[in-house]
């Protein structure tokens, strides 16, 4: 099966570094999304970020719980992010934690991809299995 829509981030509340040694940063961030499309409703992502003194080189794991109504179906589930910027050269990687879905979305798995255009928009698309 397959979604696609837009979402709008908010609320990027980017806490001080918890360790800064030798040019690298480890801090954490929280911010929410809404999303429109073929999956509506809203989450809350945590990331735990690693900048360093290279302007373009850091990444991030993240853990976000969605819930809303994705195909007509309701419920929430859980995923992960793993990001990695290495010189602006970007990979991003967005699973649904296995067993995570509640409600209709119970037994959910797949990928999101996440887009950024060039206006600074987000959308994404979304592979996934009932």
């Known amino acids: ?10 609320g990027w509340d ?3 570094p918890f360790e800064e040694r030798d040019g690298v ?20 992502v945590h990331l735990l970020v690693a900048a360093t003194e290279v302007e373009d ?24 992010h793993n990001a990695v ?8 990687t967005v699973s649904v934690v296995p067993d995570s879905g509640t ?5 959910l798995r797949g990928e999101m991809n996440i887009l950024i255009g060039p206006d600074g928009g987000h959308s994404y698309t979304f592979d996934f299995t009932l």
Do not use: N
């Open 1 to 10: 099966m397959f979604a696609k829509g837009t979402f709008d981030t908010a």
């Open 14 to 16: 980017a806490k001080p």
């Open 25 to 44: 940063s480890l801090g954490l961030v929280t911010m929410s999304k809404t999303f429109h499309g073929d999956l509506t409703g809203t989450s809350v």
């Open 57 to 80: 080189s850091k990444s991030y794991v993240a853990l976000e719980r969605i819930e809303g109504t994705l195909d007509g179906r309701s419920g929430a589930f859980v995923v992960q």
């Open 85 to 92: 910027s290495d010189r602006g050269k970007q990979s991003l």
């Open 103 to 107: 409600g209709d979305l119970r037994g």
